[in-house]
Each structure stands twice: as structure tokens, then as C-alpha cells.
């Protein structure tokens, strides 16, 4: 069951609904969103049928949901969301570009890195400073002064910064640099993982687990939606196939699927589906024609000599043409591109 507050709301209503349905037995998890709170039930409602929660102040509607995932369905929030990052949106009017370094390697690098996202249209900067490698013997990523480079390029540039986090420790360490949390494909069944995120009041993008079904991936989603945090972007990264021409197989039906079933935002990472330069272009144009809210993008000064990543990133002679992709496809669609931050 979801209890759905009006927006003049006070978080006296709120209390006195949770203390309500926990007397009953019942676990109430509070959703703060941008524009109303949502309280999410768990256990035996039926406890509830006597308390009138309908007639309770500040309560808009209480329903019954049947899809595992409550809070992230779009059964009891049939507008899709709009996320803000650093005053940055990603939802249904707008494709937003996040482009920049697969991994932070030194402040010039991520500046210049961050040079070429602008170029092309980016308003967000991504690059990771911790990195989930496949070896212990690859480079891991600089940890907090990869961190401290991606503030220092935001205050050069005025882009916000998407990072990725991948131990639950390190939640509040990133989220006091980062604009928005990342949590990786390998990490999108790390419950404890998902939970932090959920309670260090940073907008989240989670990608989807590369074997991960879409119902898994949107319940990871209400993992940290459970925790309070409705500000959740999803973003399709391909997934494991027979297929070894490409990295991953992009799973574009997922794009429209997940934005039929939930109100979350949903975007597309065509460097990690292709893993080839060659292929970001038309994996992005993909993206956008059919229906993505932004595309996430590897781009690197000097990808031959990167540490991460090099054969997916885009190089200088590319960014020309995904400007013309931002101008040129999301108009197609009634979308504009979203802008930077005057
Ligand atoms: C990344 O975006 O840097 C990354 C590691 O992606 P994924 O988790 O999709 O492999
Ligand atoms: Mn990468």
C-alpha cells in the first residue's frame, strides 16, 4: 500500500501517519520527493482498515499497488519524474548529455576531458575515481583525490559531477564531492550498497545490472527509493549476450519498457553497450529516437594512452558530430537538449 501526501503536507502529517500504521504492525518507509512525500507500507495493511488513513490531514490518496516495486511504478505515479542534478534536469522533456573520462587520471586530463564534454552540448561531467575492474590488476582509480580533481574541474568549468561509488563506506565520502552517485552494473544487486545510496540525499543513477532483468533492475531502484530517496535515474548499459562483436548488447526495448512501468528517468550508456568509438555515435542516435531521457558518454583527450577504457572513448574529431546529434535528434521528438547552468 502508498500512502500519497498532498504538496501543503507538513512533516507533522507525516509523523502521525508513520506512528499510526507502526502501532498497527505495520513498517512505514517515507519518500521525500521534489514535489510530494510518498509513504510506503509494508507488512499486514489490513491492520490498517479501521484508521481512516484517507480522512488523515495532508493525505492526498492511499492505494494499493500490485507491482513489487511501489514506490519507483508508475501505478501510483503516472507522471514520469523529472531528476535535478546540481540544477541540471533529466526527465521527459529533455535529453541531457552526461559526457567525460571513464576514469579521473590527473587534473589535466579530467579538465580536458571535461573541455570536450562542453564542446559537444554535456551539462553534467561523469568520471570515476573509484572503478569497479574486472582485474586487481588493473588501475583501480585516485579514491578521494580523484575526487578532489572532479570539484576542482567543476569549479573551472561549472559542469556538475556524476561519480561512481562502489563500497557502502565510501557513500558518504563521495556524496560530499559528487552531484550525483553512481552505482555500477556490477553493483546493482549490492543491497547494502543500494541502501547507502538511498540515505545520503544525492540524486542516484543506477545502471542496470549487465544480467539483471528489467523487474530486478527497477526493484534495486526501490532499494533506494525505500530509503527515501526518489531522485533515482535509471541508465540502460547493455547486457550480457551470446554476442561478442560488441561489449554488451544495448537492450533498446528496455529504454520504453522501463519508462512504461516506472516514473523514473531513464538513460542510455552507449560507450559501455558498443565498448567502440565507431559505435557510440549510432548507439546515441538509438538512444534518443527511441525515447532515452540523456545518454552518458566516455570522452578522453588521449584515449591511447587512457587507463581506463581508451577504445570506447570518443576523441576530439567526434565531438562536432554529437553536437549535432544533441541539436538535431531530441527536436525530433518534442525534446529539447538539456541546458547548463547560467
Ligand atoms: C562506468 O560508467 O564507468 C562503468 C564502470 O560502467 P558500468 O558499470 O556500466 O560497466
Ligand atoms: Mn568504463
Known amino acids: 500500500m502508498v500512502i500519497v501526501m498532498g504538496p501543503e503536507a507538513t512533516g507533522d502529517n507525516v509523523a502521525s501517519i508513520v506512528t499510526v500504521v507502526r502501532t498497527a504492525g505495520v513498517e512505514a518507509f517515507v519518500s521525500k520527493g521534489v514535489k510530494r512525500t510518498i509513504i510506503g507500507l509494508v507488512g499486514d495493511v489490513t491492520q490498517l482498515d479501521s484508521a481512516n488513513l484517507r480522512g488523515m490531514p495532508g493525505v492526498r490518496e492511499v492505494m494499493r499497488v500490485s507491482t513489487p516495486y511501489k514506490l519507483v511504478s508508475r501505478e501510483n ?13 533529466i ?14 587520471e ?17 551539462t553534467l561531467l561523469r568520471g570515476g575515481a573509484f572503478k569497479p575492474r574486472t582485474s586487481p590488476y588493473a588501475f583501480q582509480g585516485l579514491g578521494e583525490r580523484g575526487l578532489r580533481i572532479l570539484a576542482e574541474v567543476r569549479e573551472e568549468t561549472g559542469l556538475p559531477i556524476v561519480t561512481e ?20 552494473t556490477r553493483n546493482a544487486q549490492n543491497f547494502a550498497l543500494l541502501q547507502a545510496v538511498g540515505a545520503a540525499g544525492r540524486p542516484v543513477m543506477l545502471k542496470r545490472g549487465m544480467n539483471a532483468t528489467i523487474e530486478e533492475w527497477l526493484m534495486a531502484a526501490e532499494y533506494i527509493a525505500q530509503r527515501g530517496n526518489l531522485d533515482v535515474v535509471l541508465c540502460e548499459r547493455g547486457i ?20 512504461r512501468l516506472s516514473h523514473l528517468p531513464v538513460i542510455v550508456d552507449p560507450s559501455h553497450s558498443g565498448g567502440r568509438r565507431d559505435l557510440v555515435l549510432p548507439l546515441t542516435r538509438a538512444a534518443i529516437a527511441v525515447g532515452a ?11 591511447e594512452q587512457a587507463l581506463c577504457d581508451g577504445p570506447q572513448a570518443l576523441v576530439d574529431t567526434d565531438l562536432g558530430e554529437l553536437a549535432q546529434v544533441m541539436r538535431d535528434f531530441p527536436a525530433m521528438l518534442g525534446k529539447s537538449a538539456a541546458l547548463a547552468l547560467s
Open 106 to 122: 590527473t587534473p589535466e586530463q579530467t579538465l580536458l576531458a571535461a573541455r570536450m564534454a562542453q564542446a559537444a552540448g554535456a
Open 77 to 89: 505515479h503516472p507522471e514520469r519524474s523529472t531528476v535535478h542534478v546540481g540544477g541540471v534536469p
Open 293 to 303: 531521457d540523456g545518454v552518458i558518454i566516455d570522452v578522453h583527450p588521449h584515449p
Open 240 to 259: 550480457r549476450t551470446f554476442e561478442t562483436a560488441t561489449r554488451n548488447t544495448l537492450d533498446v526495448s528496455a529504454v520504453p519498457v522501463a519508462q
Open 165 to 184: 561509488v562502489v563500497d557502502a563506506n565510501d557513500v558518504d565520502l563521495v556524496a560530499s564531492h559528487a552531484d550525483m552517485l553512481q552505482v555500477g
Open 91 to 104: 526527465g521527459p522533456e529533455t535529453v541531457t548529455l552526461i559526457a567525460g573520462p571513464c576514469a579521473v
